[in-house]
């Protein structure tokens, strides 16, 4: 099996760590592994099959012969470095929001849209955490029952907003005064309906990044509305999906669709208190759905629970899967 060059930008935050991990379990056919990040980090060194890798200064030479570039250090690190990588003739698998919505960069699932992969230009984008795990779940049952419209309420883990998220959460439960709060408001026993800035017409960036994308991967004018909320789990997200379709559907065409779906790991016996929770879901590589049930307000309507790693599956491991799919050429 050939060997790749592999740079992770970003690598000592969560994703980025993440993604050194999930190189090594997946056994990614990497020669060399790049770990980059910012003049702070230089120096530190991170694990990786058995080996110290230490951390260098994110700068163009770094890319030199790196096939797969991961990036996970923000829009304004991705804008102004990628295209460096490219030069250099990597490939960047961007996992920021910086060119998710450009019409010349594929935003790829890879169980949603593998195909989309090998049109990339140099640029491939990683979708949004919520927005993966949530288009996992609808790509099967959309190509069986044609969606009209999705409802979507989320209930996001600190993870998701990194390292200053976690120490506010951890610092709170403490009885600690955090020394810096990275959200407006105490985290700790609440719940904040507001992820990322505002837009004038009162939905946030977050929502509008899971409305636009979904229907982007999708490659469908589907209908999508999304009430975005931070909750004080420590990892894994969760989202309250309600989904009308065109064709009439039962509970048990939907689940037998699910059980054989990629990816996907239906956990849906209520009776004996068996539905996804983001507890089992930590450190897993599987979107989880259960609580299916039907929606009798519409003709045609189910409601699901969907879990998922939003470190993992939401970012870091889908990344992973994307560069698989390169190094394999299929």
Not at 48 to 63: A, Y
Not at 163 to 183: D, G, I
Not at 224 to 235: E, H, I, L, N
Not at 282 to 301: A, W
């Amino acid at each position: 099996m050939k060997l790749h060059d592999v740079a992770v930008v970003g690598a000592t935050g969560l994703v980025g760590r993440a993604m050194v991990r999930v190189l090594e379990e997946r056994k990614f056919p990497v020669n060399k592994l790049v770990l980059l990040a910012s003049e702070r980090s230089v120096g530190k060194e991170i694990p990786f099959n058995g080996k110290m890798v230490p951390v260098h200064r994110l700068e163009p030479d770094r890319f030199k012969r790196v096939e797969y570039a991961l990036f996970s250090a923000g829009a304004g690190v991705s804008r102004e470095h990628a295209p460096d990588a490219v030069k250099h003739g990597a490939v960047v698998i961007d996992n920021s929001s910086a060119f998710r919505m450009d019409d010349s960069v594929p935003l790829v699932v890879p169980e949603v849209n593998r195909k989309q992969i090998f049109k990339h230009k140099g640029i491939i984008a990683n979708p949004n955490c919520s927005t993966i795990q949530m288009v996992v779940v609808l790509k099967p049952l959309h190509d069986a029952f044609k969606i009209k419209r999705v409802i979507v309420s989320t209930y996001q883990s600190v993870t998701g907003a990194g390292n200053k998220a976690v120490v506010q959460l951890q610092e709170e439960l403490a009885n600690h005064v955090p020394k810096e709060m990275k959200f407006p408001h105490p985290i700790a026993f609440n719940c904040i309906p507001h992820i990322d800035a505002f837009f004038d017409d009162g939905y946030t960036k977050e929502e509008v990044k899971m409305m636009n994308e979904t229907k982007k991967i999708m490659g469908e004018n589907i209908k999508v509305s999304a009430t975005t909320v931070r909750v004080p789990v420590m990892g894994g997200h969760s989202e309250s999906v309600n989904i009308e379709f065109e064709k009439k559907c039962s509970v048990k065409e939907v689940r037998e669709i699910l059980d054989k779906a990629p990816g996907v790991v239906v956990e849906d016996d209520p009776k004996n208190n068996i539905y996804p929770m983001p507890i089992n879901a930590h450190d897993k590589d599987d979107v989880f759905v259960g609580r299916i049930r039907k929606d009798e307000t519409v003709p045609s309507g189910i409601n699901l629970w969907i879990v998922s790693d939003n470190i993992r599956k939401g970012a870091a491991t889908n990344a992973v899967q994307i560069a698989e799919v390169l190094a394999l050429g299929k």
